[in-house]
């Protein structure tokens, strides 16, 4: 019976961390507030919703990738939104604002994205403002956007969001496993394959605030791009998507 018992409170133990963590770091869970995942799509009568798709990179700027990722998006003239690290805003400055600059969309990533910045609210507030504060240094817009470093809506980083006057925003991973880096090809057969009628999807140019390479993602991308185009999907950035504005005044 003890034996019983104790593998009960080892499940219940393992069920209260599961809940846990959907509830503060799901990419869809609402539990805490308002946590968009994906835009509204209209859709005509019985038409099929319209297949409009936003593309998210997160964890830049970092070189060469980042420069890289442009140019493939150059080249089949789509226009992303990139939710960049302050601190590697400072580390690659003219990435940045060559994001600003072709058109791409910029959101805050937070300064540091360090774990321990999101476990007291003030620390949280530090990380958000100070963010903001490079961005706009270093590319002269000041984002409307935020996705909080590993999707992570506790009340006190939903609360901090909307004090500063942004928009929070979560999505829909690409591939699972892209921190390992699996093929281009795999990653962007797995992407098409979760892209819905107003998907935000959610891919990585930079790994936190530590570069890395991104050769694969960046791989990726230009097979995902003609994928979604010949499903007949056309591509757009998340403001436009969520009918929000792109950055503060």
């Known amino acids: 019976m003890r034996g019983s018992g104790a593998g009960w409170a080892a499940l219940g133990s393992g069920a209260a961390v599961g809940l846990s963590w959907w509830a503060g770091f799901g990419t869809r869970t609402q539990l805490f507030g308002a946590f968009p995942h994906r835009g509204a799509v209209a859709s005509a009568g019985d038409a099929e919703p319209e297949k409009v798709v936003a593309l998210t990179f997160d964890d830049g700027p970092n070189e060469p990738w980042t420069s890289r990722l442009l140019d493939v998006l150059a080249a089949r003239d789509v226009r992303a939104t990139f939710f960049q690290v302050g601190r590697c805003a400072e580390r690659f400055p003219s990435t940045t604002r060559r994001v600003v600059d072709e058109g791409h969309v910029l959101g805050n990533h937070s300064l540091n994205h360090a774990f321990s910045s999101y476990l007291h609210e003030p620390t949280q507030r530090d990380e ?56 281009g090809s795999t990653m962007a057969a797995g992407a098409a394959r979760r892209t819905r009628p107003g998907s935000i999807l959610i891919m990585h140019d930079g790994l936190e605030s530590r570069g890395g390479d991104r050769s694969q993602t960046v791989a990726s991308v230009g097979p995902l791009v003609d994928r979604l185009r010949d499903q007949g999907y056309r591509f757009t950035t998340v403001d436009r998507l969520l009918g929000v504005p792109d950055r503060l005044a």
């Open 128 to 183: 958000v403002e100070r963010a903001q504060d490079v961005l706009q240094r270093v590319s002269g817009v000041r984002p409307a956007l935020y996705r909080p470093p590993w999707l992570c809506h506790w009340p006190w980083v939903l609360r901090t969001v909307e004090t500063a006057g942004l928009q929070v925003v979560s999505g829909t991973f690409g591939h699972p496993f892209e921190v390992f880096q699996p093929a």
